[in-house]
Structure formats: structure tokens, C-alpha cells
């Protein structure tokens, strides 16, 4: 019996695509819930201005339709006329490929804008078609690049799982690290602060009295947040934006659309000082993990960024249930404070050889000491030693 056919198609908006349809395959019930991936997140990227050509983001989404199926694949995509906004750094590789003569940008990135964080890249149905249907977005995605005279392909922030077969694919593989809370079946804060040495948890115990003197914390999620809180957290994500990246990623629109469709995924954490707020951090709420995004403050203060960011991330994770808290790209002083270190990967596929070549003995390289760093760190993480 013949397999059915498969219809590849190349959409430069979601709007060409109905919600129904893209989450179907972004976020299938066997799969924990990425609210990256939703179409809700990823067309109030597109529809606030924050991917767009303008910005150097123009959306070319891969979509597969079968007959009798509608949308059974999809791969998020996006020609990038710069490497801004990424996290995964390969300015390198095009100052090398340009100074000989090539041109580097325009490249293609599969990846969620703006989003350090690892999900599916290649979206697919889970049944009998999903390998094929896999294959065939890989294929589609790389042929645009060869077609196109487009330099490269980069897939960033895949699962380790996927990093594996695409490495079996032949595309180049590179790792980074990032550092992430585990939660090992805590009732509470002070049980999570148990499983660390003594030393440890009185450092803990002690910057976080000192961030929460004169302050109250607030959780706001759901059909609580408001567009007033979101003008206030704007003024702080403009802030950090401003004083880190020069040219923040996001509009003001942009969070409006954000809390209109996705209030149920969003926890806001304001301090407070005699009820006006301070400082504030934008997470996302996965199917079992927590994801920090965003922080800013109009009052600097000895650690409270630690405590709006990562303690009272703990704390949400704890109440939930969720497995993880991410917090976000680098920050090896995040160790200290019981966040571990964990693999990232993304894939690359480069057209001209020479280049494909020098990037893969690089990235040989790098993944070895990549991997010794996380040794390294994993021997001096502040949990107590078996023993």
C-alpha cells in the first residue's frame, strides 16, 4: 500500500494556519506542554512586530499536510538577516566565511525568538507517519537552504534526544550549558535548603532574609494579571533591556497579546515596598517545569534579583509540582544557589564545505570542554555529598 502523500508547504505567517491545527502538532497530549511552541506565543512574536522582517525575523514556517489529515508536521522557522537575539553565538563563523569572500547572512534558524529554552523542533503528530514526516521537515528546511544560496541552517535549543538523530543526519552538533533547579520532591523551601550542606543553607538562609527585608512578594497569574501590570513590568523589562541588550526584543504590545491569550501560562513575581512594585520577573508555566524570563528593577538592591528570579521561582515550583525551574541562559552563579548544570544542543548545516569542516573541528572541541566544565561544576554543586 502506498504511503500517503505529503503536501510541504512554506508559510511566512501563523495567520495562514489556524490555532486548532498548529498546536495539534506543537504541543500533541503525549508531550509535556511548551507554551514556546503554541501558536498563541509564537504569532504574538509575529503579529506585535517582534519577529519580523523589520526586525531581521521574517517567518518562513515549514508546514506538512496530508490528505484526509490536514497539518500533520510543522518546523518554526525564520530567515534571519542577523544572529541577534539567539543565544547561541556563531558571529565567529560569519566574520570567518566573510573575510573569504562568502556571504553568511541571510541564514535560516529553527528555534522560538528570542527563547533560550530546549522543546521540539520539528513538530509532528505522534503514529505510524511521524519518522517520515520528521525527515521530510529536515529535508524541506535544508533544500530552502540549498536552493536559496542561504549559507546555513541552525536548529537551536533541540531536545538531547533529537541532537542525536540529527547528528546520525549529518548535521554538526554543538553543546552549551545552562543551570536548572531540580525539584526532588520538596514539600517546602526549608526541605529543599535540608538537602544542601550546612554551610550552604545558612548563605541561603541569609540572602534571602537580607532581599526580602521591607519587602512582600506577590504571584500574580491568571485572569489576575491586568494591563496595569503589565505597564509596570514593562518599565522593567525596558530597563534591563536597555542597560544588557541596547535594543530590547519585545514591544509593549507584545505582552499585551501574551496576557490576553496565555494568562493561565504566565506567573508575574513583583517586590513590593509599601505596596508599589520594585522589581519583577516574567515566567512561563510548561506542563512540569517553570521558565524565567524576564526581570527588571527601579531599585537596585543586594539580592534581589536572586530572590525575585530564582527563590521564588523555587517556591511557585514547590506549591505546583513542577519538576524544573529554568532560569534562563549562562549565570554559573546560579551553582550556588542549587540550580545544576544541564546540557543545551543545537544542530547546524552548513553549505559551503570548507566551512562545514572548520566549524565541525571547532565544535569537537568545544563540546569536550563543555563537558569537562560541567564535570567540574557538578563536583562542586552546594547539595550534601553521598557519605
Known amino acids: 500500500m502506498d504511503e500517503p502523500r505529503l503536501e510541504i508547504r512554506l508559510i511566512n505567517s501563523l495567520d495562514e494556519v489556524s490555532a486548532e491545527e498548529w498546536n495539534a502538532v506543537a504541543n500533541p497530549p503525549s508531550e509535556p506542554y511548551d507554551p514556546f511552541l503554541s501558536w498563541q506565543f509564537l504569532q504574538a512574536m ?4 517582534a519577529a519580523s522582517p523589520e526586525t531581521g525575523w521574517a517567518p518562513h514556517h515549514i508546514i506538512i499536510e496530508q490528505a484526509g489529515r490536514g497539518l500533520c508536521g510543522a518546523m518554526p522557522l525564520y ?14 563563523w560569519a566574520d570567518a566565511y566573510e573575510r ?8 535560516l534558524l529553527s528555534a522560538v525568538p528570542f527563547t533560550p529554552v530546549t522543546g ?14 520528521s525527515e521530510a521537515l529536515l529535508g524541506a528546511a535544508v533544500k530552502i537552504a540549498a536552493d536559496n544560496d542561504i549559507s546555513s541552517l541552525h536548529i537551536n535549543f533541540l531536545t ?41 543553607r545558612k548563605n541561603l538562609r541569609k ?22 501590570h503589565w505597564d509596570i513590568f514593562y518599565e522593567f523589562y525596558m530597563d534591563t533591556g536597555a542597560r544588557k541588550w541596547g535594543s530590547p526584543y519585545l514591544n509593549r504590545e507584545t505582552f499585551s497579546l501574551l496576557g490576553e491569550r496565555l494568562a493561565d501560562d504566565i506567573l508575574l513575581i513583583f517586590a513590593e515596598e509599601d505596596g508599589e512594585p520594585i522589581a519583577g520577573a516574567l515566567n512561563m508555566i510548561g506542563g512540569d517545569r517553570l521558565l524565567g524570563r524576564y526581570w527588571g528593577t527601579v531599585s537596585a538592591r543586594p539580592m534581589l534579583h536572586f530572590e525575585t528570579c530564582y527563590y521564588q521561582a ?15 541562559a549562562q549565570g554559573g552563579h546560579k551553582l550556588a544557589r542549587g540550580y545544576v548544570p544541564e546540557t543545551t544542543y543545537s544542530a547546524h548545516w552548513i553549505a559551503h564545505e570548507g566551512l562545514a569542516d572548520a566549524v565541525g573541528e571547532y565544535l569537537g572541541r568545544e563540546r569536550q ?9 557538578r563536583e562542586r554543586t552546594p547539595f550534601k555529598k553521598d557519605g
Not at 46 to 49: F, R
Not at 120 to 133: K, T, W
Not at 207 to 228: K, M, N, P, V
Open 79 to 92: 530567515l534571519k538577516s542577523h544572529s541577534q537575539g539567539e543565544f547561541v553565538f556563531d558571529h565567529s
Open 369 to 377: 570542554m563543555v563537558e569537562r566544565e560541567a564535570d567540574f561544576l
Open 207 to 228: 540572602e534571602r532574609r537580607r532581599a526580602q527585608e521591607g519587602l512582600t512578594f506577590r504571584h500574580i497569574t491568571g485572569s489576575d494579571i491586568t494591563e496595569d
Open 160 to 200: 538531547g534526544e533529537e541532537a542525536l538523530r540529527l547528528d546520525t543526519a549529518g548535521l554538526l552538533i554543538r553543546t552549551d550549558q545552562q543551570f536548572h533547579w531540580k525539584n526532588d520532591g520538596y514539600e517546602s523551601f526549608d526541605d529543599f535548603l535540608n538537602a544542601l550542606s550546612s554551610a550552604k
Open 314 to 328: 523555587i517556591d511557585f515550583a514547590i506549591a505546583r509540582g513542577l519538576k524544573t525551574v529554568e532560569a534562563g
Open 46 to 49: 509575529e503579529e506585535s512586530g
Open 100 to 107: 573569504a569572500g562568502g556571504r553568511y547572512y541571510p541564514k
Open 120 to 133: 521540539r523542533r520539528r513538530l509532528v503528530r505522534p503514529g505510524p507517519d511521524a519518522v517520515r514526516i
